[in-house]
């Protein structure tokens, strides 16, 4: 086996840049960015800066356009309890007569964080507007829990 690698012609290792004097520097000029003899380390030094830049970058776009995307749907965001006062006032007063299951209200609505609301959140605001709950023990109505409005709404 060491007959067969001293007969193979292997080309040697390429030489390291040597670097015999390091310049002198002014206080205004950075130092080269090659570190001792091997010219790689320097090459990847300014990748890591500038990549470290770049994230920088990404990480203050990041932050300015989730701040002005929580400001833009604070500002556009009103109250579960306006919504639902809303979509109730535009219904017209033939719809105004039945009962209303809780999905039917949350489609109607905005969510905070998402497209709909919570649906715990939608009860709460109803129950705060004084909306009554009622259940349908029956077979047809599969035990559904419905929402009748308060006569002063």
Request: one cysteine or more; hydrophobic letters at 35%.
């Amino acid at each position: 086996m060491s007959d067969l690698l001293e007969k193979a012609k292997f080309p040697p290792y390429p030489p390291f840049v040597d670097v015999a004097e390091p310049p002198v520097h002014d206080a205004d000029t950075q130092p080269p960015q090659t570190m001792g003899k091997n010219p790689v380390i320097g090459t990847l030094r300014t990748y890591l800066q500038s990549l470290h830049a770049l994230t920088e970058q990404q990480l203050l776009a990041h932050k300015t356009a989730t701040a002005t995307k929580a400001k833009n749907h604070s500002a556009r965001q009103e109250s579960l309890k306006s919504q639902i006062k809303n979509w109730w006032s535009n219904l017209p007063p033939c719809l105004r007569q039945r009962r209303f299951q809780i999905g039917e209200i949350a489609s109607n609505c905005d969510g905070r964080f998402k497209k709909k609301p919570a649906l715990r959140d939608v009860a709460a605001a109803l129950r705060a507007l004084e909306w009554k709950e009622c259940r349908d023990w029956t077979n047809a109505g599969r035990n559904r829990r419905f929402w009748i409005p308060s006569p002063s709404t």
